[in-house]
C-alpha cells in the first residue's frame, strides 16, 4: 500500500502504474473511491496507468483511497493508498 501526506489546503494527485501487473494487458475503466472528507477532482486512465486529484481533509485523520481497475482481457484489480492529513505549518 502506498502512503502519502498532505495539507488540507492542497490539491494533488494520486495514483497507479498497474502496467508490470497488467503483463501486457490494458486497461479500460478506471473507478476511484474517496471516503467521506476528502473530494476528488478530475480522474483519467491510460492503457497503464490511473490518476485522480484529491483534496481537502482533516488534520490528524487517515484515510485509505481504493482504485480499481477492469482491463481488456476481462480481469478486474483493485490497489488502495492512505493519504494522512497534516496541519499546515
Not at 494527485?13 to 508490470?20: I, L, P, R, V
Not at 490511473?50 to 488534520?59: A, C, K, L, Y
Amino acid at each position: 500500500m502506498n502512503f502519502y501526506t498532505k495539507t488540507p489546503a492542497e490539491v494533488l494527485d494520486y495514483g497507479f502504474d498497474w502496467s508490470a501487473w497488467l503483463d501486457g494487458d490494458t486497461i479500460v475503466s478506471s473507478e476511484w473511491t474517496v471516503p467521506s472528507g476528502l473530494t476528488a477532482g478530475e480522474s483519467n486512465f491510460s492503457l497503464t496507468e490511473t490518476v485522480v486529484w484529491i483534496s481537502g481533509g482533516r488534520p490528524s485523520v487517515e484515510y485509505m483511497v481504493a482504485n480499481r481497475i477492469w482491463t481488456v482481457g476481462g480481469k478486474t484489480k483493485e490497489r488502495f493508498l492512505t493519504i494522512q492529513v497534516k496541519e499546515a505549518l
